[in-house]
């Protein structure tokens, strides 16, 4: 499987909450980490939607974004120039 973008979407709210905006993020941010070509050459695997739902899976309690931010830290950590990839902020819904 690769990266399917609105499978991943419905798989982040379903799995981990958040906000339609947050999960959204989160997807644009796998997708340009998947474009980049700097995880699989990195970490020798093809980013696609169970890569993302499992490392999201380890990291500590929190919504989508904060859990891809773990993510970012652990692999900026680990291999350096993952920092860009990062969420820093998204819209916020309105009920």
Do not use: C, K, Q
């Not at 169970?50 to 993510?71: F, K, Q």
Request: hydrophobic share 35%.
């Amino acid at each position: 499987m690769t990266l399917d973008p609105g499978r991943l979407e419905l798989r982040l709210r379903r799995e981990f909450g958040g906000t339609r905006s947050e999960s959204r993020v989160v997807v644009r941010g796998a997708v340009d980490l998947h474009d980049s070509g700097r995880y699989e050459a990195d970490v020798g695997v093809e980013l696609r939607n169970d890569v993302v739902l499992e490392e999201l899976a380890d990291a500590p309690d929190g919504t989508p974004a904060a859990r891809w931010n773990w993510w970012m830290g652990a692999l900026e950590v680990a291999y350096g120039g993952y920092d860009r990839f990062g969420i820093r902020r998204y819209r916020e819904e309105r009920p």
